[in-house]
Each structure stands twice: as structure tokens, then as C-alpha cells.
């Protein structure tokens, strides 16, 4: 029997999706067999075998038996008839299996049978690949200029698209209404040939699609290289038009910086690694979204010991981790038992020493991270929450008792922080601002060092908490406000404070560096109202 090939340029499962973008295509001669041994559709049936023949991109001679693991390991004999079949009446012999998600096969096989009898290309479909066009060339330019993010906006006669860099919103592409709604749809994975559905309703959505593009290299030396990029598309309603944000994952890419690289404060960076040499308990990443976490958690694993076994489930798969004895699941929380918590009670009988979770998004999941936790995991995981003592407030929202959560052997430490624009150094504009003895801006109109931004690249803010007995005391009786006074007692250092001295140094913007970092100012702490004057308005007094 065919060997079970573990798949696709590294990813765990073929699906629907990848079989879309990357050029399969089904296997036609195998149809009726295929939909025969599909029987009711059911996943619960016993008589079901998912099972799609297709054949990858570039060769007519190689197979790929697309099935479920249920099937092949209990329906091998269904799976070795198709084998025989294959290479007895097709002369295909080299096939292997791989696994894939019932859905995913049931999509491929309805796909395959609604295209039979159908000779041209409908008009439809033509629209389609012209809106994958577009949709890939942005996808391209996002990537090139490194843009973490491309938010559309659509009015009544026409559209833009602008590009998040390095968190600003920098340039902005214009597009025809109909082009932009034709792109949405595309990221959507929607195939209406009038696209109703993206303008006509409020609906909210959220799909994520692998897509194979060609990326040039930025000096033009080399040839372009395929990259594997998961975009993540978020549509909804507003008044004029669909308001979509794309976000561009490059899920191929190698974490690039260590530890050493990220422009952490060597406290801070001293005590996270300390942290992971614990064999238990929980370490906790929060900031918002673009605020740096998977970049931080991926250089973190790679400074861990070799011998311990990591285990990460992430939403998405950001960076591909190096280091030997780790693996690496993709979760699919929209599909039927591929979510988070299935995810975390398998990878709980697979024997790690370290669970990653690249972001807590349930009651249920936090329960589990936090019970692992207390008995013999050492957890990493990320919450969004504006600073490192939010954390803590969030997992009480959640449904953790303060009790439970100042367990002495729980919280190994909870770091916050954020990415903010550094300053460009050659054109830096040095402007005495109140509350700072030495401060700069940006420039206006940039340099040729900067590309005209004033900025160049991000510094990482950040602050970190790790707990003594009174810290836990006050976390036990639920005073945050009381932890967060005996830390500064005791002379701790948090974000705001690290970021005034980020200012003094010249490295960021005061008037950038409020916008992600609150209390930065004296005056945000202690508001001085001015006196209220009473105008004299002509009314008599009742
Ligand atoms: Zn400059």
C-alpha cells in the first residue's frame, strides 16, 4: 500500500485551499469511484470513505489518494483498489496517501462533479481568475514592502487600498469599486459571479486562504522565489461599502531574529529566558494585535534547551521553528474538531515538556492551559490585553479564581509590549517637548535614508512581571491596584517608564510613542482641569 506522505511543503494536511491555490487539480477518470466511496457524506457513517484523487501541479504521471486518517486505517483495502486501479488502467504508479480533513475532500469531489459536462470556461470563472490576478499582484507588492496589513476601503464610485508597514499606514493604491469588490470576494474565496454576498450584506466574515505567490527579490539579482502566504481576510459592513482588512502572513519564513536581536532590555531578556528554564507553570505574552508576540515567542523557543519537547498549536503557523524536538500544529478553529481545545487534549498525551498556544480565545482553553499549568507543563501562551497586570484581570474575566491564579508555582512571569516607529537618525528633528530634558520627532518630509517616513524599522517596549509572596497576597485577594504599587515600591520598571527613556535617548517620538503606550505623559496620571469661568450669558437667575 501506498505510503502515507506527511505532506505538502511542511504543513500537516492538505486542504481544501491549498489544493486550490497551488494548482491540483482532481483526477477525472476516478470520479464516479471516488463519489461512490464517498457513500452518504457523513463523517459519523461507517460506510463512508473520503476519499479524491488528484494529481499535483506540473506531471501527469503522479498521484496523491487524498483520505481521511479514519479511512486508511480502517478502510485500507477501498484505498488499495483505487492504488490498483491507478496503475493497472491509468499507468499511474507512483501514488502516495495523504491525509486530509473530510470537509476538504467532500469540497474537491463536489467541485470536480459540478465542473463535469461543463466544456468552456463560464464567464463566471473568468471573472474569478482575473479577480485572483489582481488579488495576487497586492498580495505581492504587500509582501515586498513589507506590509503587515492591507486594509480596503470602498466608497460609491471608487475604492483604495492601504498598506500597514512596520504599523504605519503608509501608502495607499487606488482601485476601481468594482476591481476592490472583485479582490475582497477573491480573499473571500467567494465564486457568486455577482458577489452579492461581499456588498449587499453586513455580515461579518473571516476567511483564510494559502496562496502561492512569486516573490521578486528586492535588488533584482536573483530570481523571483514561490512563497507560501496565508492571508487572513476580515470583511464588514459600514455605511458606504465593505470595510475588509487583509492580513498577510509569510508562513514560510524562518524566525529571523534571536533573542539578542528583538531590542528587548537585557533585564527584561534575562529574566524571560530564565523563565522557560522552569518546569512547569505558565508564561504569558500580551500586547495587541501587530504588537511583535509570535516574533518574541519564536525567537524565545530557539533559546530553549534541545532536550525538552515543545509543542506548539498555532492560529496561524507564523514562523517555522528551527530548533530540533518541536512541533509545529496548525489549528483550524473553524473546522469541526480541529479547533484549540482538540488540538490541546492530543497534544496533552504526547508526552511535551513545554505547550505553546499562540493565543488563548476561550473559557474552555484557558481552563485546560491553566490546569496543565499547575501539573507538570511548563504553558506558553499570548492574551491581548493593554499592559502585563491586564493579563492577569483578563484571566479573572475569564472565570480563573484569584485563588487559583496566585498558586505559588502558577505564573512564571507576564510580559507586555508593543512595536513602536524608531526615529530615522539622519533626519530627526530635535524639539523640546514638556515633561522630557531631551526629545526629538519625526520629520516631516523624511530623507532619502528613510524612503521619506522619518522612521526607520521598530523598537520593542516592553515589561515584565514575575511574582513574589506579597504580589501573590494581592492577587489572592483580587487588589491590582495594590500589586501594581508594591512592584513600583520595589523599584520595577514598566512600559511607560521604559518608553520615556526610549525618548530621552532620542530613538522614538513622544507624540508616536502615546499612541501605543498609555500614562506617558505626567499629565495622563494627574489631569489638571482649568478653573471654570462663568460667562456672564444676559439669563436672569430663576
Ligand atoms: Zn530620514
Redo the contacts with the bound molecule.
Keep these: 500500500m501506498a505510503t502515507v506522505k506527511e505532506v505538502i511543503s511542511g504543513a500537516a494536511q492538505l486542504n481544501y485551499n491549498t489544493f486550490k491555490d497551488n494548482g491540483y487539480r482532481f483526477f477525472k477518470p476516478l470520479l464516479d469511484v471516488c463519489m461512490a466511496y464517498e457513500g452518504s457524506g457523513d463523517q459519523e457513517d461507517e460506510d463512508t470513505v473520503f476519499v479524491a484523487v488528484i494529481i499535483p501541479p506540473g506531471t501527469d504521471k503522479t498521484a496523491l489518494i487524498m483520505t481521511t486518517r479514519r479511512a486508511h486505517d480502517r478502510k485500507s483495502l477501498e484505498i488499495q483498489n483505487i492504488e490498483t486501479l491507478l496503475s493497472s488502467k491509468h499507468s499511474i504508479s507512483d501514488v502516495s496517501v495523504i491525509y486530509s480533513h473530510p470537509k476538504d475532500i467532500h469540497a474537491i469531489l463536489h467541485d470536480a462533479n459540478s465542473k463535469k459536462g461543463k466544456g468552456e470556461k463560464s464567464e463566471a470563472d473568468e471573472t474569478h481568475s482575473a479577480a485572483l490576478q489582481d488579488l495576487e499582484n497586492i498580495v505581492t507588492e504587500a509582501v515586498v514592502t513589507g506590509t503587515s496589513d492591507i486594509h480596503f476601503y470602498v466608497y460609491e464610485d471608487r475604492a483604495e487600498a492601504v498598506f500597514r508597514i512596520d504599523g504605519l499606514f503608509s501608502q495607499s493604491t487606488p482601485l476601481g469599486r468594482e476591481q476592490a469588490i472583485s479582490i475582497i470576494a477573491a480573499g473571500l474565496n467567494t465564486k457568486s459571479p455577482d458577489y452579492r454576498s461581499v456588498t449587499d450584506d453586513n455580515e461579518m466574515a473571516d476567511v483564510s486562504i494559502y496562496m502561492n505567490i512569486e516573490v521578486p527579490d528586492p535588488k533584482g539579482g536573483q530570481k523571483p522565489k514561490r512563497e507560501k502566504i496565508n492571508l487572513r481576510t476580515s470583511k464588514s459592513g459600514s455605511l458606504e461599502g465593505p470595510h475588509t482588512v487583509m492580513r498577510v502572513i509569510r508562513t514560510s519564513q524562518e524566525a529571523k531574529k534571536t533573542i539578542s536581536d528583538l531590542g528587548m532590555d537585557g533585564d527584561i531578556r534575562s529574566m524571560l529566558i530564565r523563565s522557560t528554564e522552569a518546569p512547569t507553570g505558565i508564561i504569558l505574552l500580551t500586547g495587541p494585535t501587530g504588537s511583535g508576540k509570535s516574533t518574541t515567542l519564536a525567537a524565545l523557543y530557539e533559546t530553549i534547551d534541545d532536550e525538552r519537547k515543545i509543542l506548539l498549536l498555532e492560529d496561524p503557523v507564523e514562523y517555522r521553528i528551527k530548533r530540533k524536538n518541536t512541533v509545529q500544529k496548525p489549528v483550524f478553529p473553524e473546522i469541526k474538531g480541529q479547533g484549540f481545545i482538540d488540538h490541546l487534549k492530543n497534544a496533552l498525551r504526547q508526552d511535551p515538556d513545554i505547550i505553546g498556544i499562540s493565543e488563548m480565545r476561550s473559557k474552555e482553553v484557558v481552563e485546560i492551559v491553566i490546569k496543565s499549568a499547575l501539573t507538570g507543563h511548563l504553558m506558553v501562551s499570548t492574551l491581548h490585553t493593554n499592559d502585563a497586570i491586564g493579563g492577569i484581570s483578563r484571566l479573572i474575566d475569564e472565570g480563573v479564581s484569584p485563588k487559583v491564579l496566585a498558586e505559588r508555582n502558577l505564573f512564571r512571569c507576564i510580559v507586555a509590549q508593543r512595536l513602536i516607529p524608531a526615529l530615522?537618525?539622519?533626519?530627526?528633528v530635535k524639539k523640546s517637548v514638556e515633561g522630557f530634558t531631551n526629545s526629538y520627532v519625526r520629520?516631516e518630509h523624511?530623507?532619502?535614508?528613510?524612503?521619506?517616513?522619518?522612521?526607520?524599522g521598530r523598537v520593542l517596549i516592553a515589561e515584565l512581571i514575575m511574582f513574589d509572596d506579597k504580589c501573590r497576597e494581592h492577587i489572592a485577594n483580587h487588589d491590582l491596584s495594590a500589586l501594581e504599587k508594591h512592584l513600583l515600591d520595589n523599584g520595577w520598571k514598566g512600559m511607560a517608564a521604559r518608553a520615556r527613556m526610549r525618548i530621552e535617548q532620542g530613538v522614538i517620538d513622544p507624540y508616536e510613542a502615546v499612541k501605543h503606550v498609555t500614562n506617558l505623559f505626567a499629565e495622563e496620571t494627574a489631569v489638571k482641569y482649568p478653573s471654570v469661568e462663568f460667562v456672564n450669558n444676559g439669563l436672569e437667575p430663576a
Excluded: M, N, V, W
Design positions: 530615522c537618525p539622519k533626519c530627526r520629520s523624511g530623507c532619502k535614508h528613510c524612503g521619506g517616513t522619518g522612521t526607520k
